[in-house]
């Protein structure tokens, strides 16, 4: 509880940092359009504020005692009634980065300058793009201390209770910043992928706003019926581009001028695939998808070859993401399941990647054995692949079990008992008021 306050307040100085020494310069200000410099700051103004006042309250609490009786009630009321400021502002961040990227190719004023005030004791070696991305790594950070909380906190006690309601606010804030973030890139990606493609069948709309891309990419076909396979034929397979939306998938044949031929479609809810047993080098990595309802309102069967097994599992994981997997994921209340810790972070590099931090904990829910493991991240439930080399095993059950405990508490649901400390935690709030 102290880390979180002391932490708030060394954030609440480098966003007067960012505030006072970029954004209010006068220097800058005459460099800058006023609409760069709306993007490039955002509502920064307005999370400084929130800031301030949440620390103010945080101090208070520590004044009352020696021993501080509780912040997550704090956490709580402004997670659910004041942090929709970091939503604005971390929604913005495409638009952020890019403007800054382009600030510092486009104008050697900007960049001169920057690189000026850079330089300045104040900003600890740091440059402005660190003060910029503060925000969102606040908001996760409190999360993060809220969890820690819990873990230490007494079952069933009033302090459980506030711990478990400020990490539920918490992790909705993160959630939205998360797909404000999202669906800015993801109406540009669509508007991309639209203008690329050309229509051999009867055309589908690609843009919506409910939908987004999850995976892209070539693939081998099979030529010919499955029944007359032969491996004298000197082209076995032919390159198809595949498109699979979080709805709908979308096959494709590339064509000159960076285009792309689109000759079949099917909704997403209407694939299967199946992964054939081992049939010799040639067929390697191959696997069935059938589309049960296809653009000509039939069932059409692909055979497609991946240039990997983990290539295969990932397109077979995307396409029909309700397949039974190697493993079981441990919303299934299993009291084991293979787990890895993060001990090297890592970036993802496609929409079906997951973005690993250091000490994260996963269940495995597949793995591949060229180096590839399908994983369900324990505090927020994410799934995605990442590389094995990222993560070591944990072998110990005990630590597995504790792991899985830790989580089930974090997202335990509601029960009477919470509901009674609940009631008593208010009425304490008043009486400390």
Same mark, same amino acid.
Request: aromatic share 8%; charged share 30%; net charge positive.
């Given at each position: 509880?102290?880390?979180?306050?002391?932490?708030?307040?060394?954030?609440?100085?480098?966003?007067?940092?960012? +505030?006072?020494?970029?954004?209010?310069?006068?220097?800058?200000?005459?460099?800058?359009?006023?609409?760069?410099?709306?993007?490039?700051?955002?509502?920064?103004?307005?999370?400084?504020?929130?800031?301030?006042?949440?620390?103010?309250?945080?101090?208070?609490?520590?004044?009352?005692?020696?021993?501080?009786? =509780?912040?997550?009630?704090?956490?709580?009321?402004?997670?659910?009634?004041?942090?929709?400021?970091?939503?604005?502002? +971390?929604?913005?961040?495409?638009?952020?980065?890019?403007?800054?990227?382009?600030? %510092?190719?486009?104008?050697?004023?900007?960049?001169?300058?920057?690189?000026?005030?850079?330089?300045?004791?104040?900003?600890?070696?740091?440059?402005?793009?660190?003060?910029?991305?503060?925000?969102?790594?606040?908001?996760?950070?409190?999360?993060?201390?809220?969890?820690?909380?819990?873990?230490?906190?007494?079952?069933?006690?009033?302090?459980?209770?506030?711990?478990?309601?400020?990490?539920?606010?918490?992790?909705? +804030?993160? /959630?939205?910043?998360?797909?404000?973030?999202? /669906?800015?890139?993801?109406?540009?990606?669509?508007?991309?992928?639209?203008?690329?493609?050309?229509?051999?069948?009867?055309?589908?709309?690609?843009?919506?706003?409910?939908?987004?891309?999850?995976?892209?990419?070539? %693939?081998?076909?099979?030529?010919?019926?499955?029944?007359?396979?032969?491996?004298?034929?000197?082209?076995?397979?032919?390159?198809?581009?595949?498109?699979?939306?979080?709805?709908?998938?979308?096959?494709?044949?590339?064509?000159?001028? =960076?285009?792309?031929?689109?000759?079949?479609?099917?909704?997403?809810?209407? %694939?299967?695939?199946?992964?054939?047993? =081992?049939?010799?080098?040639?067929?390697?990595?191959?696997?069935?998808?059938?589309?049960?309802?296809?653009?000509?309102?039939?069932?059409?069967?692909?055979? %497609?070859?991946?240039?990997?097994?983990?290539?295969?599992?990932?397109?077979?994981?995307?396409?029909?993401?309700?397949?039974?997997?190697?493993?079981?994921?441990?919303?299934?209340?299993?009291?084991?399941?293979?787990?890895?810790?993060?001990?090297?972070?890592?970036?993802?590099?496609?929409? @079906?990647?997951?973005?690993?931090?250091?000490? =994260?904990?996963?269940? +495995?829910?597949?793995?591949?054995?060229?180096?590839?493991?399908?994983?369900?991240?324990?505090? @927020?439930?994410?799934?995605?692949?990442?590389?094995?080399?990222?993560?070591?095993?944990?072998?110990?059950?005990?630590?597995?079990?504790?792991?899985?405990?830790?989580?089930?508490?974090?997202?335990?649901? @509601?029960?009477?008992?919470?509901?009674?400390?609940?009631?008593?935690?208010?009425?304490?709030?008043?009486?400390?008021?």
């Amino acid at each position: 509880m102290f880390e979180l306050v002391t932490s708030e307040a060394s954030y609440y100085k480098s966003l007067s940092l960012l +505030v006072s020494h970029f954004m209010e310069n006068e220097r800058l200000k005459k460099i800058l359009h006023p609409s760069e410099a709306h993007i490039l700051f955002s509502n920064v103004l307005d999370v400084m504020a929130v800031s301030e006042r949440f620390l103010l309250e945080l101090e208070r609490r520590m004044e009352e005692n020696i021993v501080i009786s =509780d912040v997550c009630d704090i956490v709580y009321d402004y997670a659910a009634n004041h942090f929709s400021v970091y939503i604005t502002y +971390v929604s913005n961040q495409t638009y952020q980065e890019r403007t800054y990227k382009q600030l %510092l190719q486009e104008k050697a004023a900007f960049r001169e300058l920057i690189a000026q005030l850079e330089l300045d004791p104040k900003c600890r070696g740091l440059p402005l793009s660190s003060f910029l991305i503060l925000p969102f790594q606040r908001i996760t950070r409190l999360k993060l201390l809220v969890q820690n909380i819990l873990k230490r906190v007494e079952e069933r006690s009033e302090r459980e209770c506030t711990a478990l309601d400020a990490h539920r606010e918490l992790e909705l +804030v993160v /959630k939205a910043c998360n797909e404000g973030v999202r /669906k800015m890139s993801r109406t540009e990606q669509m508007i991309s992928i639209q203008k690329k493609m050309e229509f051999k069948i009867k055309s589908v709309p690609i843009i919506s706003h409910s939908r987004w891309l999850l995976k892209q990419g070539e %693939l081998q076909q099979m030529s010919g019926p499955k029944t007359s396979r032969t491996l004298r034929t000197k082209k076995l397979f032919r390159e198809i581009y595949l498109f699979l939306f979080n709805d709908l998938l979308v096959i494709c044949r590339q064509i000159p001028g =960076d285009k792309y031929q689109v000759f079949d479609s099917a909704p997403r809810g209407l %694939l299967r695939v199946e992964e054939l047993e =081992d049939q010799g080098q040639t067929l390697a990595n191959v696997f069935i998808l059938r589309l049960l309802e296809n653009a000509d309102d039939r069932e059409a069967t692909y055979m %497609l070859k991946a240039s990997s097994q983990s290539e295969m599992k990932r397109w077979m994981t995307s396409l029909a993401p309700n397949r039974r997997t190697k493993f079981v994921s441990f919303t299934s209340r299993l009291l084991d399941c293979p787990q890895v810790q993060c001990v090297h972070p890592c970036v993802a590099q496609q929409p @079906d990647e997951l973005t690993l931090e250091l000490a =994260d904990i996963l269940n +495995v829910l597949d793995k591949t054995e060229d180096g590839w493991i399908f994983g369900e991240r324990l505090h @927020d439930q994410e799934r995605g692949w990442f590389p094995s080399n990222m993560t070591e095993e944990i072998l110990n059950p005990k630590i597995r079990s504790q792991n899985l405990k830790e989580c089930f508490r974090v997202h335990k649901m @509601d029960d009477p008992q919470r509901s009674q400390n609940k009631d008593r935690r208010k009425l304490g709030s008043r009486n400390r008021q």
